[in-house]
């Protein structure tokens, strides 16, 4: 009696083969963009991804009525490898930060889409708020420029594949897949010592109020501090001090103050309105009295998107007190329009600077003046 055989099974896999680009768009003189009417495009230079020409719109002041806070950026297709054909790309695009890396809060992923033939586009029409742009530290002040990369993932071909070579490739893939390490805790554990004062063997006393830290890290952290605490100074501030007295300074500058020192970053608390830049204004000093030259340079930076006429004669003079070159270069090209300079002229502050500072007024007259 025979018996009748098992039917056959095979399967396979419909798999997609892809093929991706980036490309950098720098902006250049961003704020002259923004007199460029709604809908108005600039285009970056042909790239080419997958076998087909592309290239990035950029809409300045958006690109509809609706939508004219924002800036929009939009890829388009120049030309078909095989015209007739459609084709199928992924696209991302983000803001990079100043190390040229995407800031995850302005990255925006779309679907994979069909572009039917040249000039066909797809993007995102509300990719940031110019506001937001401008308030945040990935605009280049100085510059007056900022940065997105496009990620193109093009789909060259369907093709049919055996499932059991899948399987076995999708094997090898994880066997060879790293073990995902998750970023350093150091600077945060760091923090925690300053928060519970564990192990702390000096205090400091400012406007009444009281800090533990710890003399070693303070000392690693400014040139200052270990002078105070490790030279010649440091009887004035041993273990059986009952306080170190810190004068000329508020307590919630300080306070920031120990913070980047355990941290080396600020407080993520919300500022009111004018209060980042009083605060900047304030650390700035404090970073230059302890040497503290990374926070001296973040401040400038929150100084530099806080000029306005009203601003610019003091920070300009902030700038040349305690040496900031960055900063006064910056006050220097927002006084280059005629019209804003006569406005700032007019002001109380102004006039105290001239008398104060005469050589930085006779400075900044002299580079108005150049070519």
Request: glycine share 6%; charged share 20%; aromatic share 8%.
């Amino acid at each position: 009696m025979s018996s009748s055989a098992e039917p056959s099974l095979t399967t396979s896999a419909i798999v997609p083969t892809t093929a991706s680009a980036s490309h950098v768009l720098k902006i250049n003189g961003y704020s002259r963009t923004k007199g460029l009417v709604t809908g108005a495009r600039l285009r970056s230079c042909s790239f080419l991804a997958g076998g087909h020409s592309w290239h990035l719109a950029y809409l300045p002041n958006g690109d509809c009525p609706e939508r004219s806070d924002y800036i929009s950026f939009y890829l388009v297709l120049d030309g078909i490898a095989t015209p007739g054909i459609p084709v199928l790309a992924h696209i991302s695009i983000a803001l990079l930060d100043r190390a040229g890396k995407p800031a995850p809060t302005y990255t925006k992923v779309g679907v994979t889409n069909q572009f039917g033939g040249p000039g066909a586009h797809w993007g995102f029409g509300n990719f940031i708020r110019r506001e937001a742009l401008e308030k945040s530290r990935h605009l280049n002040v100085r510059e007056d420029s900022f940065c997105v990369r496009c990620e193109v993932t093009v789909v060259t071909e369907f093709r049919a594949e055996d499932a059991a070579a899948i399987a076995t490739e999708a094997a090898a893939s994880a066997a060879r897949q790293s073990v995902a390490v998750p970023p350093s805790s150091l600077s945060r554990d760091i923090g925690q010592l300053l928060l519970s004062g564990q192990g702390a063997d000096v205090r400091f006393r400012v406007e009444g109020d009281e800090f533990a830290a710890h003399r070693f890290l303070l000392a690693v952290r400014s040139p200052v501090f270990q002078a105070e605490l490790f030279g010649p100074m440091k009887e004035a501030t041993s273990e059986a001090a009952e306080c170190v007295e810190i004068r000329d300074m508020r307590a919630d500058v300080f306070r920031n103050l120990l913070y980047f020192t355990y941290t080396d970053s600020l407080p993520d608390e919300p500022e009111e309105e004018g209060e980042e830049a009083l605060m900047a204004q304030h650390l700035l000093v404090a970073a230059d009295r302890y040497g503290m030259e990374r926070l001296k340079l973040m401040c400038e930076d929150t100084l530099c998107r806080h000029i306005h006429v009203s601003t610019v004669a003091t920070t300009m003079a902030l700038a040349e007190q305690h040496r900031c070159q960055g900063l006064k270069e910056a006050c220097f090209q927002f006084l280059k329009s005629p019209v804003v300079l006569n406005t700032v002229m007019e002001t109380d502050d102004f006039d105290h600077v001239a008398t104060s500072c005469p050589s930085l007024i006779k400075e900044l007259m002299s580079r108005l003046a150049g070519p």
